[in-house]
């Protein structure tokens, strides 16, 4: 009997699109070793801080920069700490050039981002961003009621509870993805997305022990770290407000 190894050929494998979660690092220094300390620094609490996580270096900050990238260098360093560059974005020709010959792919510059917008453009981008990550626990509550959750949440983990507030007892790392349609209290570093009021619930609040979120938002109005907290709530205890519709982020008392 013959084979028709061209038609098997051709359905040995499919091409679809994929979304992923991938971790953003934001360069703001051309100096690697300076880099590579003060990424150490950053994780040293937090050893599960990253989980082999794909990275997007951004070189928009550095873009006008004179002196050459070694990106050898800044992607050992992240490669140390348990990440995957993979592509970069936002360079010179020069760097973007650079960044190729190791092997890293061009990505897409950012859009620009934006403070404050029409409730429903938030809502639509949360929507998104909530899409990305895969859902790895959903709590149903019939009723008001709280979620406790007391394991550190990494890179690509999720826990939205339904109908309910959440208390995450440990660290919710870079990547993972906090979900509530009350309340949201983390008693601990805050470093991933945190999205309270998830239904339109306006007067749900954030609270957290140490507040260094990758994006906080409250009934679809949203904030993410491009635009850089300031030193008073920065990494300190503190909570997230809605007034009217605009984010109020404030120091606990």
């Given at each position: 009997m013959a084979f028709d190894t061209a038609a098997q050929a051709r359905t040995s494998f499919d091409?679809?699109?994929a979304s992923l979660p991938v971790v953003a690092v934001v360069l703001k220094t051309t100096d690697a070793a300076q880099f590579a300390a003060d990424l150490a620094e950053r994780v040293a609490d937090d050893p599960g801080f990253f989980d082999n996580d794909p990275v997007l270096i951004d070189l928009a900050?550095?873009?006008e920069a004179p002196e050459p990238i070694d990106f050898a260098a800044i992607t050992g360093a992240l490669r140390r700490h348990s990440t995957l560059p993979v592509a970069v974005r936002g360079g010179s020709a020069a760097q973007m050039a650079a960044a190729r010959?190791?092997?890293l792919?061009?990505?897409?510059?950012a859009p620009l981002a934006r403070a404050e917008a029409p409730t429903r453009e938030v809502r639509e981008v949360v929507r998104e961003v909530v899409h990305e990550v895969e859902v790895v626990r959903e709590v149903p509550m019939p009723g008001p009621g709280t979620v406790v959750v007391?394991?550190?949440?990494?890179?690509?983990?999720?826990?939205?509870?339904r109908g309910a507030d959440l208390v995450v007892m440990a660290v919710v790392s870079f990547g993972a993805e906090v979900i509530a349609d009350g309340n949201i209290h983390v008693y601990a570093p805050l470093r991933g997305r945190a999205i309270a009021g998830a239904r339109g619930n306006t007067?749900?609040?954030i609270f957290s022990t140490c507040l260094e979120p990758q994006?906080?938002?409250?009934?679809g109005i949203y904030r993410t770290t491009e635009t850089e907290l300031p030193a008073a709530v920065r990494g300190k205890p503190a909570q997230v407000r809605l007034d009217g519709e605009k984010l109020i982020i404030e120091p606990l008392a």
């Open positions: 091409l679809k699109s900050p550095v873009r010959t190791l092997g792919a061009a990505a897409p510059d007391d394991k550190p949440l990494r890179s690509g983990q999720q826990v939205y509870a007067e749900a609040r994006l906080v938002s409250i009934a």
